[in-house]
């Protein structure tokens, strides 16, 4: 069985961004944490927009980011 | 997102912010600013219309009215954050490490990228009206950046003039988008070809009347249009003074 691949999604009130294979230890989201796993009145940390207000993006990281990045 | 539309000014979105109440942490200005949003895309409470065009995300035509009116410093990622001044003063205050003051005509370029915040204020007692485009950036988490240049009304009279993207004179952006601007004072025709044909372009009436290809815009009307390679602008006698966003899809 294939294993979707991990997405990443961006508030639409201010760019947070949200990317699945990263998770937000400092929100409570564990690495790997799908999008569709995080509850629906889940808003943005830091402004507030409702979960459903962010888009997914394939828009590839800049150079040497992210910073943060899964442990081996 | 890429369907072409026509859009009057009286359709957009519109939201009526106070500077008192709920909204006075996020709002400045005290104790009698309104800050009013025309919204032609879906933004904040507004989520009825287009959710965007192309890599153009939010268009809000903004009205700051009252001493200190504006958003007070909050934050941002990625977005590309551009802004127009038509009309008063903004003072804007990013953690880049700026603090401007920008006029009419004047305009600005604020990457948020891996993070920054912004403040956008009207200081004096006096209406001032921007216009904001956010647009996607095209890498995630870039450096946080800021430009800003002047758009000269009157020395740039009846011609097309790019204030954002890849042009001579303009300021560049990490997007494949590009905006231009026709203020004209008599009849004018003219041929925009867009840059490549899987493009769209968005047509802004600040001011005036104008036609585009067959379509009347009146003041603050606008259109969107895909699938064209050429844009035909026509512009009459009075005053017309048009935004011109051309976009990958």
């Known amino acids: 069985m294939s294993v979707e691949p991990f997405k990443r999604w961006m508030c639409l009130g201010c760019g947070f961004l949200y990317d699945e294979a990263l998770g937000s230890a400092e929100h409570g989201l564990a690495a790997g944490t799908r999008w569709a796993d995080i509850p629906a009145d889940w808003v943005c940390p830091d402004c507030g927009t409702p979960k459903r207000l962010f888009e997914m993006v394939e828009i590839p990281y800049a150079p040497g980011q992210p910073v943060r990045r899964l442990s081996a | ?249």
């Open chain 2, 1 to 249: 997102m890429n369907t072409s539309f026509v859009l009057r000014a009286k359709e957009r979105g519109y939201n009526k912010f106070l500077s008192t109440g709920e909204s006075s942490s996020y709002i400045g200005g005290h104790p009698d600013a309104t800050l009013e949003r025309h919204s032609s895309f879906n933004f904040g409470p507004y989520q009825a219309g287009h959710r965007g065009f192309g890599r153009v995300r939010v268009f809000g035509d903004e009205l700051f009215s009252g001493t200190g009116c504006g958003y007070n410093i909050h934050p941002h990622h990625n977005f590309i954050i551009c802004a127009f001044v038509l009309q008063g003063q903004l003072t804007h205050v990013n953690t880049v490490g700026n603090i401007d003051q920008l006029n009419a005509g004047d305009y600005y370029a604020f990457s948020a990228g891996s993070g920054g915040k912004r403040c956008e204020l009207s200081l004096k007692n006096e209406d001032a009206n921007i216009i904001y485009v956010w647009m996607m950036p095209n890498q995630l988490l870039l450096p946080p950046s800021y430009s800003r240049s002047r758009f000269d009304a009157v020395a740039e009279r009846n011609r097309l003039v790019t204030l954002v993207g890849n042009a001579d004179g303009a300021v560049r952006v990490a997007q494949d988008v590009k905006i231009s601007r026709l203020s004209s004072n008599i009849p004018m025709t003219l041929d925009y070809a867009l840059s490549a044909k899987e493009h769209g372009v968005y047509v802004f009436a600040i001011e005036g009347e104008a036609f585009v290809n067959d379509t009347q815009l009146g003041r603050r009307d606008s259109t969107g249009i895909w699938a064209a390679e050429r844009v035909s602008l026509r512009t009459g006698d009075q005053n017309a003074d048009l935004l011109i966003i051309e976009t990958a899809p």
